[in-house]
């Protein structure tokens, strides 16, 4: 597991905790850029990338399809305290990445992850996308939101 | 990815390079990428991602646009590769460029050499080469020929340093000064930025000069040289424009100021830069403590300058008005009885009476 942030905050120090409890390899990298060279490393070992929308959404959001192509899974953590910017929201959930909003829907994703449910279909581009993937994103985001779904 | 119909290319064992960000920023003959073997990321994270999955030899990093995160890019760069990193440098970029590849104690340097833009990419994919020559400024020359053998360019390379370099002091020109300011000025317009510029002259140099001969004369040039460029920030851009006159322009590096872009505004506002005002007090310090040993026992204590600061935008908005307004400030400061430096503004001040 490759997690993104700054490495002496709670959300860094207790993911990779949690991925250590769980005997995962956790890498901490204190920004996209290095995120993106372990990415490079991987050589095609499966992982997931949990990161902060701040570190995750650098450069227009290329991390995202970055990991995509590498059919990598991406969770990313909303800073409430900031402005997430609804173009890296937008930019995450085309790309397939979950939307989470605190460490304990984070560790789910782990957990989810590691019960082999967590990795997405490969996809060439975002336009790539299923509708049902479309869908569950966007039920992410209205639970979020606090909002009811309509479905 | 090589052309044979490419006079220039290849040298002796051409290595794979990666080109990451805007090269057309970098090279004269970026449209022509294709002929020679390099593999272009415009995207920094692309860049990343192929350094850490490819074989090269080079990586040149476009540094245009990328200042604010440059540390963290450099990193991450090093993490996946052990290709030389060879940063592509504007002019005004090169102090910046020059710290990057000067390792601080017990750290990594970020990058191994670096190269003044624009250039060709026939003499990039040369000289970047490992065993190559690093950190030789090219100056901009557009017009140099595409077919340029590899000792002929050393020795333009060469002509080049010594073009921009004043051999006395080892500091950089009037030439260079007064190009770098003017780009400095271009780049910082308009972001809030600050840039300032230090004119100052060794009081009396004409007298030591009489007294003590030309061989003395030139030696308290080069000791100033050498106070002066431990006195500022690593930077910041000093250079002997004529005489014993020498400048200083200082810039609000972006690359440190990362992260902190509020309070560089907010210290933008302030009338002069504080830093550039401690720098220069730091200055007239050490040349009062300076021992000059070549006077014999009169050499203590007696050297002394005497300067005008003037600020962009506030005091001017070209380099020909900045060095005017700073000259004015210096001439005033002679005026008002030496070893002082005084701030261009309503009513001028000596920086020694500012807090």
Same mark, same amino acid.
């Not at chain 2, 308290?220 to 851009?237: F, G, K, S, T």
């Given at each position: 597991?490759?997690?993104? @942030?700054?490495?002496?905050?709670?959300?860094?120090?207790?993911?990779?905790?949690?991925?250590?409890?769980?005997?995962?390899?956790?890498?901490?990298?204190?920004?996209?850029?290095?995120?993106?060279?372990?990415?490079? @490393?991987?050589?095609?070992?499966?992982?997931?990338?949990?990161?902060?929308?701040? $570190?995750?959404?650098?450069?227009?959001?290329?991390?995202? $399809?970055?990991?995509?192509?590498?059919?990598?899974?991406?969770?990313?953590?909303?800073?409430?305290?900031?402005?997430?910017?609804?173009?890296?929201?937008?930019?995450?959930?085309?790309?397939?990445?979950?939307?989470?909003?605190?460490?304990?829907?984070?560790? !789910?994703?782990?957990?989810?992850?590691?019960?082999?449910?967590?990795?997405?279909?490969?996809?060439?581009?975002?336009?790539?996308?299923?509708?049902?993937?479309?869908?569950?994103?966007?039920?992410?985001?209205?639970?979020?939101?606090?909002?009811?779904? &309509?479905? | 990815?090589?052309?044979?119909?490419?006079?220039?290319?290849?040298?002796?064992?051409?290595?794979?390079?990666?080109?990451?960000?805007?090269?057309?920023?970098?090279?004269?003959?970026?449209?022509?990428?294709?002929?020679?073997?390099?593999?272009?990321?415009? &995207?920094?994270?692309?860049?990343?991602?192929?350094?850490?999955?490819?074989?090269?030899?080079?990586?040149?990093?476009?540094?245009?646009?990328?200042?604010?995160?440059?540390?963290?890019?450099?990193?991450?760069?090093?993490?996946?590769?052990?290709?030389?990193?060879?940063?592509?440098?504007?002019?005004?970029?090169?102090?910046?460029? #020059?710290?990057?590849?000067?390792?601080?104690?017990?750290?990594?340097?970020?990058?191994?050499?670096?190269? *003044?833009?624009?250039?060709?990419?026939?003499?990039?994919?040369?000289?970047?080469?490992?065993?190559?020559?690093?950190?030789?400024? $090219?100056?901009?020359?557009?017009?140099?020929?595409?077919?340029?053998?590899?000792?002929?360019?050393?020795?333009?390379?060469?002509? !080049?340093?010594?073009?921009?370099?004043?051999?006395?002091?080892?500091?950089?020109?009037?030439?260079?000064?007064?190009?770098?300011?003017?780009?400095?000025?271009?780049?910082?317009?308009?972001?809030?930025?600050?840039?300032?510029?230090?004119?100052?002259?060794?009081?009396?140099?004409?007298?030591?000069?009489?007294?003590?001969?030309?061989?003395?004369?030139?030696? *308290?040039?080069?000791?100033?040289?050498?106070?002066?460029?431990?006195?500022?920030?690593?930077?910041?851009?000093?250079?002997?424009?004529?005489?014993?006159?020498?400048?200083?322009?200082?810039?609000?590096?972006?690359?440190?100021?990362?992260?902190?872009?509020?309070?560089?505004?907010?210290?933008?506002?302030? $009338?002069?830069?504080?830093?550039?005002?401690?720098?220069?007090?730091?200055?007239?310090?050490?040349?009062?403590?300076?021992?000059?040993?070549?006077?014999?026992?009169?050499?203590?204590?007696?050297?002394?300058?005497?300067?005008?600061?003037?600020?962009?935008?506030?005091?001017?908005?070209?380099?020909?008005?900045?060095?005017?307004?700073?000259?004015?400030?210096?001439?005033?400061?002679?005026? #008002?009885?030496?070893?002082? *430096?005084?701030?261009? @503004?309503?009513?001028?001040?000596?920086?020694?009476?500012?807090?």
């Amino acid at each position: 597991m490759i997690v993104v @942030g700054d490495p002496c905050s709670e959300f860094v120090r207790t993911m990779v905790r949690l991925a250590r409890e769980r005997e995962v390899e956790a890498v901490p990298c204190s920004d996209a850029y290095s995120a993106v060279a372990e990415i490079g @490393g991987l050589s095609g070992r499966r992982a997931l990338i949990v990161g902060t929308m701040r $570190e995750l959404t650098r450069e227009n959001g290329r991390f995202f $399809e970055l990991a995509a192509a590498d059919a990598i899974r991406c969770c990313c953590l909303l800073d409430t305290r900031a402005a997430a910017g609804r173009d890296g929201v937008l930019s995450a959930s085309r790309a397939g990445a979950a939307v989470i909003s605190d460490l304990r829907e984070a560790e !789910e994703a782990l957990t989810e992850w590691l019960a082999g449910d967590g990795d997405r279909p490969r996809r060439l581009a975002p336009r790539d996308l299923l509708d049902d993937d479309l869908r569950a994103t966007e039920a992410e985001l209205r639970a979020l939101l606090g909002h009811k779904t &309509n479905a | 990815m090589h052309s044979t119909s490419n006079p220039t290319f290849p040298p002796a064992r051409p290595g794979r390079i990666l080109l990451v960000g805007d090269i057309r920023r970098a090279f004269l003959d970026a449209s022509h990428v294709d002929r020679y073997p390099c593999e272009v990321c415009v &995207n920094v994270l692309d860049g990343i991602r192929a350094a850490a999955q490819g074989r090269f030899d080079v990586v040149g990093v476009v540094m245009d646009g990328t200042l604010s995160q440059l540390g963290s890019i450099l990193m991450a760069l090093r993490k996946g590769t052990s290709a030389r990193i060879v940063l592509l440098a504007q002019m005004h970029e090169e102090p910046i460029a #020059r710290r990057l590849v000067m390792a601080d104690p017990g750290e990594e340097k970020r990058a191994d050499a670096y190269m *003044i833009c624009p250039l060709r990419l026939a003499s990039f994919c040369t000289h970047a080469q490992p065993g190559e020559e690093p950190q030789t400024p $090219e100056t901009p020359s557009a017009e140099r020929e595409e077919a340029v053998p590899a000792e002929l360019e050393r020795r333009i390379r060469h002509l !080049e340093r010594l073009a921009t370099t004043d051999d006395l002091t080892g500091l950089k020109n009037r030439r260079y000064i007064r190009e770098f300011a003017g780009q400095i000025l271009e780049q910082t317009r308009g972001t809030g930025r600050r840039v300032t510029l230090l004119v100052f002259d060794i009081d009396n140099f004409k007298h030591f000069n009489d007294v003590y001969g030309h061989a003395t004369g030139d030696e *308290i040039l080069r000791q100033a040289a050498i106070l002066v460029r431990r006195c500022c920030r690593p930077h910041d851009v000093v250079g002997r424009i004529g005489g014993d006159e020498f400048a200083v322009v200082f810039w609000d590096d972006p690359y440190r100021a990362s992260g902190d872009v509020e309070r560089d505004r907010r210290s933008a506002a302030a $009338e002069h830069p504080t830093e550039a005002i401690s720098v220069a007090k730091r200055f007239q310090k050490e040349f009062g403590n300076a021992d000059l040993h070549l006077l014999g026992p009169a050499g203590e204590g007696v050297l002394t300058i005497s300067g005008g600061l003037a600020s962009f935008p506030r005091d001017g908005e070209t380099v020909e008005q900045l060095f005017e307004q700073a000259d004015l400030a210096l001439l005033d400061a002679k005026r #008002r009885g030496k070893n002082r *430096i005084y701030l261009v @503004g309503e009513p001028q001040s000596d920086i020694a009476e500012i807090e």
